[in-house]
């Protein structure tokens, strides 16, 4: 298995696997900001608004490919006012459902927080799921659930659930 950062310019040419993977996770229940079942036009319209930020720089795109397949992938939101250039957002952490369970999750964390570092950023926040395997995850790689609030994200039953605050202050 690879990682590597995606271009911009490579945005187009991936979008196809990408939509897969985000339509993949939302019908498994990930809280990814989408309810299923996923349009291909609200999943292609996602993934075409990230363009101009990859572009920009303020958000850099990781993707894990295994034998040519798009397995994973994990974004970086770069802050980028004057009193926030040392901290990023990590978000959208997808593994595909047929790849889980591998560590391929892990490996994308830590190419994340890596990339972090060489651009300067030494705190990261997150959010996820309350109860989500996900949380496992985090906390297992350092993260510290700073609150949850209540009725965030609402859920393929509609139900509304609460959500995790984390962060992790890189050395």
Do not use: C
Request: a neutral charge; charged letters at 20%.
């Amino acid at each position: 298995m690879t990682i590597r950062l995606l271009p911009a310019e490579a945005l187009s040419a991936y979008q196809p696997h990408l939509m897969e993977l985000l339509r993949d996770a939302v019908d498994s229940g990930a809280s990814v900001g989408f309810l299923p079942p996923l349009p291909d036009a609200e999943a292609r319209r996602f993934w075409q608004e990230l363009g101009p930020a990859l572009a920009a720089g303020t958000t850099l795109l990781l993707v894990a490919e295994e034998a040519g397949q798009l397995v994973g992938t994990v974004q970086l939101h770069l802050a980028t006012k004057p009193n926030g250039r040392h901290r990023a957002e990590v978000a959208k952490l997808l593994v595909h459902s047929r790849a889980q369970r591998r560590g391929i999750g892990r490996q994308l964390m830590q190419a994340v927080e890596e990339l972090a570092r060489q651009h300067g950023r030494r705190t990261l926040v997150l959010d996820t799921l309350q109860g989500a395997p996900s949380e496992l995850l985090y906390q297992g790689l350092g993260y510290v659930a700073a609150g949850a609030i209540p009725a965030f994200a609402r859920v393929a039953s509609g139900a509304l659930e609460p959500t995790v605050v984390y962060y992790k202050l890189l050395e």
